[in-house]
């Protein structure tokens, strides 16, 4: 019995041109469609990290029944972490209880840290002509002075490094600390 009678099985040149050509199409369309993707999602992880974070101090304030405060800090992971005093909350932020419960006091017991993110995303507060450098909520969890509350209607407005208005999305937060998530084009995100 020799090779009478038997199929030979594989692939051809043709066949195999085709099925790497094929596999170089779908890679070519499925490789930017991931990282779309993925920075989409790394955005909107973002965006409800700091909405926890802002809900997170209103109930510590509510719960302790003292002022807290969260701010962007430019040194959130240090053994004392502070309020930087500037609108880039990307630089990462601290909730804390401030000292003597002053919302003027940039400094005190923190609740929690958020670290610088490593996404490059940038988050800045929006109008920044009164942006807030720290958001404070009384005992009742509701934004701790008239003036806080003025300057606490807008929006964190949270972008990719290559500012592409489709990735925009954004934090509003009205001035009684309600937060709703937006995409571009909606209620002002832009």
């Known amino acids: 019995m020799g090779g009478e009678g ?62 807290v405060v969260i701010c962007p800090s430019g040194d959130p992971t240090s053994a004392n972490p502070s309020c930087s005093g500037t609108n880039q909350w990307n630089t990462g932020w601290v909730v804390m209880a401030p000292t003597n419960s002053s919302c003027s006091d940039t400094s005190g017991a923190p609740f929690k840290v958020q670290g610088a993110f490593s996404s490059q995303n940038t988050v800045e507060f929006s109008p920044s002509s009164n942006a807030p450098t720290s958001l404070c909520f009384n005992r009742n969890g509701l934004p701790a002075t008239s003036t806080t509350a003025n300057t606490l209607s807008g929006m964190f407005v949270f972008n990719t490094p290559d500012n592409n208005a489709d990735d925009r999305l954004c934090l509003a937060i009205n001035g009684t600390g309600h937060m709703n998530i937006l995409a571009n084009g909606q209620s002002g995100c832009s």
Not at 14 to 30: Q, R, T, Y
């Open 6 to 67: 038997q199929l030979q099985v594989g692939l051809t040149l043709i066949e195999l041109m085709v099925v790497i050509a094929m596999v170089a199409i779908v890679l070519a369309i499925g490789i930017p469609e991931y990282q779309n993707f993925t920075r989409s999602n790394t955005l909107l992880a973002e965006v409800h990290t700091l909405k926890g974070d802002i809900a997170l101090a209103r109930s510590e304030a509510a719960t302790t029944g003292s002022n």
